[in-house]
């Protein structure tokens, strides 16, 4: 019995890293509201370059919603997807991404 169980710890562990690495060679794409004002933003430590209302790049941070709020305040717009084809952020995690960013965006519209 405990070897099928090493073997399943293993099969689990090589899945999880496999999924790691493809995350961090993906490439994710950001659609905003509106089109970006700059050809290239540096969110998180990657280059994204954009063209349109799209920003794309192959990031070395895994999807989260701290990773969209970052580019969001760099971009200065809203997010209607963030990440690579397939493992974007739902749209509640957009939602708390959007949300945590506009206070700053308000904020500096008022100034």
Known sequence: ?????????????????????YARNAVFTVQIEGAAAQSQVIAQNTVWTCEGDTCRARPSHD??????????????ARI?????????LTA???????????PVATHQAQN
């Open 1 to 21: 019995m405990s070897v099928i169980r090493s073997i399943v710890i293993a099969a689990l562990a090589s899945a999880s890293f496999a999924g790691a690495a």
């Open 63 to 76: 999807v989260s919603v701290r990773a969209c709020r970052q580019i969001a305040r760099e971009l200065g």
């Open 80 to 88: 209607v997807s963030y990440g690579p084809e397939g493992g974007e």
């Open 92 to 102: 509640d995690e957009l939602a708390r991404c959007n949300r945590e960013t506009a």
